[in-house]
């Protein structure tokens, strides 16, 4: 499968022509945001929970502290959950207030947390994890000793019912408006990296490794 | 009131250190952030949408078209929400796997949305919007004409129950851990402007004005 199904839920319904159903498109823009927002409901009242996570093939993972209540809420009472990552690319700048918009690439997925009981899954979701949010870095660390593992929960989620919705390319005004005085355009906008802070409590002689440089 | 009461749904339980709960705290992630998350749930099931926002006062306002299913089915069915935003400053790299972090600023408030009818409230709520996206840019553009007013929904959110979660600084190592030939410190991360993209079609002779330089 190379497409996921449109359901009702994953349907884009307003300006569908923004939307995509591809893996493709939607595990890249999953693979560069830095972290998701996990919305489930109790009773009725809705929650979320800005976290981190990664993929790896067809399953998103997040984790955190067993004693995390909202990891505990939606492993323990198998809450369905909406997953979402948005991306910001730009501000677009038409001739009318109406039509001015944003550029951004944006995921929406459902379903269910699993408990990730397997050693060697959990093990390999911590380091994707890890290399996801700084490559190279997990070869260069101390890898968890077993009371951290012990305190740490991971969760996964079949990624089956995905859709993305994405906007580029610069304004489009209506007829009579391109004859005013007025710039239009895109300004783009990027998350950089910035320089490297080090820790004062760094070691004497540690160098700044490749992968950081 | 400067300071928001912590509620059951608002009190940070995790990391309870990281929590704030004042106005000027709260106001100025909302302040800088490109657009928030909301999510709702019907009849048990969660959904989440990315839309640009803006703050005025002690109320949220977001807006969107009004053939938009999800503000019909909050403002018509009264339903409860959950309003995100997230800042991300930095990637927290410590000597162990464990402590690896994220340097982050995010808020959550709980409210439900009111339909805005005052024309008053409604013209300053796009001002300010267009404002927050593009300082300066209001005063530039060609207003909504009626036509377009009648397309476009405004729904507000008293600022009543809202907290903030934040992280800065560098590592927290096991003290054991600090004698490690491990690199550690911040990554800092930020959202910058790029080098403007002007319309291929824009009108001859009109220049990039001041407030976009």
């Known amino acids: 499968m190379s497409e996921f199904p449109k359901t009702p839920r994953t349907s884009i319904t307003r300006l569908p022509k ?34 981190g996570f990664c993929r790896m093939g067809d399953k998103l993972y997040i984790h955190g502290s067993v004693g995390s209540f909202y990891l505990r809420e939606i492993s323990e009472k198998k809450l369905p959950v909406s997953i979402g990552v948005t991306l910001i690319d730009g501000i677009v ?10 550029n951004y690439r944006s995921v929406v997925l459902f379903g269910k947390g699993e408990v990730v009981s397997d050693e060697d899954e959990l093990y390999r979701a911590l380091e994707v994890f890890t290399n996801k949010m700084c490559p190279g870095r997990w070869d260069d660390i101390r890898k968890p000793n077993k009371k951290e593992w012990k305190a740490t929960l991971v ?59």
Chains 1, 2 share one sequence.
């Open 93 to 102: 700048l038409a001739r009318s207030a109406f039509h001015h918009s944003v």
């Open 18 to 51: 923004r939307g995509a159903y591809d893996k493709e498109t939607i595990y890249a823009i999953l693979d560069e945001a830095l972290y998701c927002t996990l919305a489930y409901s109790n009773e009725g009242q809705p929650f979320q929970i800005p976290t």
């Open 155 to 213: 969760l996964s989620f079949d990624l089956e019912e995905a859709s993305a919705k994405i906007r580029t390319g610069g304004p489009k005004d209506d007829e009579e408006d391109y004859d005013l005085d007025i710039w239009a355009g895109v300004l783009p906008l990027k998350q950089e990296k910035q320089s490297l802070i080090p820790d004062p409590a760094l070691k004497e002689g540690v160098e700044v490794p490749d992968y950081l440089k």
